[in-house]
């Protein structure tokens, strides 16, 4: 199979570009309507992009979108190589989640696609619909209230703005439209002199035909010729219903019969001619209506190019909407998009699984992995069922949707390069049409990789090797990979095969890497460990499955000692591994105890000072109070009735003199005291939050509620995520919470 261009998609990620999957041209239509700017496009064909889940994510996006127009550009996604226009997308897109997220003013985008309408407007002569008419102001309305929410918010919104600074409020049309339709959407009935003067003459005959008909029921009901039903409605007139052994009695026209025949519904001689001329009236009606939807129609068209550039926002506004809807789906950031090939992702997890997981109410393992110049292939190797093949996938699948303008479940913080081809070869894929196994199948595939790869390639090989006999099959795929990696692609291949790691060991620019394996419970952790291979544990599984320890044994002698000894050191070498970071985690857990029980002593230990320094207080109080007793019986005791007391009055002016310094002097000390105790407790409780506070640390401002992650800490500041809003802060001003 050809690994060349994708030929069976006419439409890229982003609407406006080019349908062409050529690198080096562009759609010739597409640069006439939109300039000499060039939309380059991945070369990402239809196995690529169901290997990877891209088709899954496109009908997800799809059912995202309201109108047809969106959900076609949302089937026709595809990877974009052009960064202006990827972070447009991209940026449009955050801009967009930003303010449903934060909940600024914006309207609901709640509207019908308008193409019937447009079309109707460019052919001169034609009307458009009551209906049609209805859907064309709402969309208008929409655009004015878009247009509003907007306006001056360009420093906050600038993608936005600049999308919608191509259309402008508009309230002619609005104006134009609301003079003939009511709130209803009915005609009104001032939209012309005749047909209000048509209107006046159907409630004339209305009410005249009710008259007359009142009349004749209550002759009926007289005579006793009713039914139990006494009137119904038959072809928009009503009618008598009449029991059929008295319908000669009465004069009219029947109408019709009840199912049994027992009812015959009877249109009274009276009302017949008003009846034909309120038929006559509803005609006139009708043909005013047209003759004015055919005006307005008319005055409307000189606005048919602002139409359809309100349609065309709109549609664009309803991608981008389904975009952010996905993107709440699997919390979904804005990546940095960097002009330099290299993957950098950070808590990243597999889009679809993580959505999967979610519904299921399932945790999913997020993955930390690096690509670069000079670390650019990575072999991953380990267990089957312990996440290899996700972990290409997942890498694969987020590279594509972020080229093609949608964000993805990462790190604010990974970085992404543009890649001109995107590659797999992933699974168990047969040509039956043309008669290839499966390995013949990924023999034709390698071909073209061979050929088409460059420096520019994102290469992604699960299983590589495997198909044949393994020793063959292996020394193939060994030079298969040397010719790949002369060609300085980008990759991931996933491996059991022991040739292939070890060869990735010699190359300067390749890494092993092992998805971790619990040595004690033999079950997968989805952990990616760079710098070494990985054991697939294929006895140990065995064995715990249940295989007969003789059957692995003898399986054993039957290799070559050489291997069965290098796989026992790898499992031995992961087992360690594993056993280490159980043990870290213990001491991690260890020492948050320890740290816990300190500060549970120091609480303690402060209460009860408190508690002693109140009770020495009291007795305090207690004894200058019995002095101060004294001291006054003293006073008494010394008072002469009748006579001046001049010496006592001294005494007692110095006494209260003194007592209001010591006084004074002791509130004094203890407002030191208590303001040196709330320096160290404070002084303590900033030293135990700036201790906890790490890289990846939840914390919030001190005069804030908002949370945010601890992305970098140099000296005294921080740098802290608040949502996609990155600022840098003095850890002081930080509170730690988790």
């Not at 196994?437 to 090989?461: E, I, P, Q, V």
Request: glycine fraction near 6%.
């Amino acid at each position: 199979m050809s690994i060349g261009l994708m030929r069976d998609v006419s439409m890229t990620a982003f609407p406006w570009r080019s349908s062409s999957f050529n690198m080096a041209t562009s759609d010739r239509a597409a640069k006439n309507r939109h300039g000499a700017m060039k939309q380059r496009s991945v070369a990402f064909d239809t196995q690529s992009s169901e290997d990877l889940g891209f088709d899954d994510i496109r009908k997800r996006l799809a059912d995202h979108c309201k109108t047809e127009s969106a959900i076609r550009r949302a089937q026709k996604l595809a990877p974009s190589t052009h960064r202006p226009t990827v972070l447009d997308a991209l940026e449009s897109t955050d801009e967009l989640r930003r303010i449903r997220v934060e909940g600024h003013t914006f309207p609901t985008l709640v509207f019908e696609e308008i193409k019937g309408e447009i079309k109707l407007l460019e052919v001169s002569g034609s009307a458009l619909t009551e209906a049609g008419f209805i859907r064309v102001l709402q969309c208008t309305r929409l655009v004015n209230d878009i247009v509003a929410a907007l306006h001056q918010r360009e420093r906050a919104f600038p993608r936005l703005c600049g999308m919608v600074g191509t259309v402008s409020e508009n309230t002619e049309i609005v104006k134009e439209i609301e003079a003939v339709f009511d709130p209803k959407g009915g005609v009104r009935n001032q939209a012309s002199q005749e047909l209000a003067k048509i209107r006046i003459s159907m409630q004339t005959a209305r009410r005249q035909v009710n008259r007359l008909f009142d009349k004749a029921m209550r002759t009926c009901s007289k005579q006793g010729w009713l039914a139990d039903t006494e009137e119904g409605y038959l072809n928009g007139r009503r009618v008598l219903a009449i029991a059929s052994t008295h319908k000669r009695k009465l004069r009219g026209t029947a109408l019709g019969t009840s199912k049994t025949g027992s009812v015959t519904f009877i249109e009274p001689v009276e009302c017949h001619q008003v009846n034909h001329e309120l038929e006559m009236l509803r005609d006139d009606e009708r043909k005013e209506i047209v003759r004015i939807l055919r005006a307005l129609t008319q005055r409307i068209r000189k606005h048919t190019p602002l139409i359809k550039a309100q349609q065309r926002l709109l549609v664009k506004l309803d991608f981008l909407q389904a975009k952010v809807k996905l993107a709440l789906d699997m919390d979904g950031v804005k990546p940095h998009i960097i002009k330099e090939l290299r993957i950098e992702l950070l808590k990243a997890h597999h889009p679809l699984l993580l959505l999967t997981h979610r519904s299921k109410g399932l945790p999913i393992q997020s993955q930390n992995l690096t690509l670069l110049p000079t670390q650019r292939m990575l072999v991953i190797s380990g267990p089957n069922a312990g996440g290899k093949s996700i972990t290409l996938k997942m890498v694969g699948l987020i590279q594509a949707m972020a080229q093609s303008g949608l964000l993805v479940p990462v790190h604010p913080d990974s970085a992404l390069g543009l890649f001109k081809q995107i590659l797999t070869d992933i699974g168990d894929n047969q040509s039956i049409e043309n008669q290839l196994s499966t390995y013949s199948y990924r023999l034709k595939r390698m071909k073209g990789f061979l050929c088409d790869a460059c420096r520019n390639t994102l290469l992604l090989l699960d299983e590589f090797g495997t198909g044949s006999d393994p020793e063959l099959g292996g020394a193939l795929a060994e030079v298969f990979f040397e010719e790949l990696y002369e060609k300085k692609v980008f990759g991931v291949i996933t491996t059991h095969y022991a040739n292939i790691k070890t060869r990735a060991t010699a190359m300067p620019e390749a890494v092993n890497g092992s998805m971790l394996f619990d040595g004690e419970t033999l079950s997968p952790t989805y952990l990616l460990d760079l710098g070494q291979p990985g054991s697939s544990f294929t006895f140990e599984v065995a064995e715990l499955n249940g295989i007969d320890k003789g059957i692995i044994h003898r399986a054993k002698d039957k290799l070559d000692p050489r291997k069965v000894k290098l796989d026992g050191l790898i499992a031995g070498l992961q087992k360690e591994k594993s056993r280490h970071a159980r043990m870290v985690d213990r001491k991690l857990k260890a020492e948050h105890e320890a740290e816990e029980a300190k500060r549970e002593y120091e609480r303690r230990a402060s209460r009860l000072n408190e508690r002693q320094d109140a009770v020495q207080q009291v007795g305090q109080e207690q004894n200058s109070a019995l002095l101060r007793g004294r001291k006054l019986q003293q006073f008494i005791n010394r008072f002469k009735t009748g006579q001046a007391n001049k010496e006592l009055l001294e005494d007692i002016r110095k006494y209260l003199s003194v007592e209001a310094t010591k006084k004074a002097e002791k509130a004094e000390a203890a407002a030191r005291k208590k303001a040196a105790k709330d320096g160290r407790r404070q002084s303590a409780r900033n030293r135990q939050n700036l201790d906890r506070i790490k890289v990846g640390s939840t914390v919030r401002l001190r005069e804030g509620r908002q949370r945010g992650e601890v992305l970098d800490i140099k000296g005294k500041r921080a740098t802290v995520a608040f949502g996609d809003f990155r600022t840098r802060v003095e850890l002081a001003d930080l509170v730690w919470i988790r």
